[in-house]
């Protein structure tokens, strides 16, 4: 065997995997447990007022979508996640989207009506904004166990089937008897400050 | 008299047009307070209309190295000697995979008025 040739052939091979990794869109994974830190509960009103906690969602796998209706990228993720509240109905999972719009539900109605969101949609406030703290950017999507731990977040747009798979990860654990914590992010996270004067 | 400002955009980055493709998203907008110069109107150059991956249409955007020209009257009574205008531009800025928050930022054109 020309091993010369062989060494060549597995370097070319090994180089072109290290290329195509680095252009693959992110990759699905979730954090061991023992990293998980809890997320900052909350309180804030859907469109009719109502009050919606992040407790409310004990014992089911959440998607926390940070977004608004200027933001072309939160649009393209909303169809999807539309599509898994619809998949996953029935197996305790749910969407939960907060709105950084500006102009509150007049700007936010007409969308999500437009959109047919089939999920809970809450208008966030500066005070949630900053529980979550660190970069301005959105969309920001947190993805949460059945425990109220943070899995994984995700700042911009990331594929669809990353978000499917660590969904099906999480729903594929066993539930635990835990709830949602209050209080701040213990390590810096996104900071989705939108709600300022100048806005 | 025309006054130009420049704008330049960070490398990757986008902003809506003055006149955007969906009604949902921010323009780009220049507006002057009123004071010694009156804003007769403000030009924007041609938009790009891009494709991004998040859009199954093209946007209409600005990006890179861009000018703005503002048309200014000078009223018969306005005070000679230097002054300044101020004024506001809104925008919001977006990437291939993110949206930055809509921003205000202000403007102020030093000029010299004079017979």
Known sequence: MNWTLYRRW???VALAIALVCCALPEA???KAEKDRKPAPGFELKDASGATVKLSDYRGKVVLLNFWATWCPPCQEEIPWFIGFQQEFKDRDFSVLGVSLDHYGWPAINPF???MKVNYPVVLGSEEVAQIYG????????FVIDREGRIARTHIGLVSKNTYKQEI???MGSPKKNDSFRSGKLASPGPVLAFLRPNH | MDAKVSLQLR???HVNSNTPSDSYLIPLKLTWMSGALEAAGVTYPKPLMEKYSFSPTPLSVFSGTFDLITKFKVPATAPIGPTSVSGKLRYQACNNTMCLPPKNLDVVLQ???SK
């Open chain 1, 112 to 114: 999500v009506q437009q």
């Open chain 1, 28 to 30: 699905p994974y979730v």
């Open chain 1, 10 to 12: 597995v370097a070319i």
């Open chain 2, 111 to 113: 000029v010299d008025i």
């Open chain 1, 168 to 170: 099906l990860q999480l």
């Open chain 1, 134 to 141: 660190g970069e301005e950017a959105l969309p920001t999507t």
């Open chain 2, 11 to 13: 490398e990757g980055y």
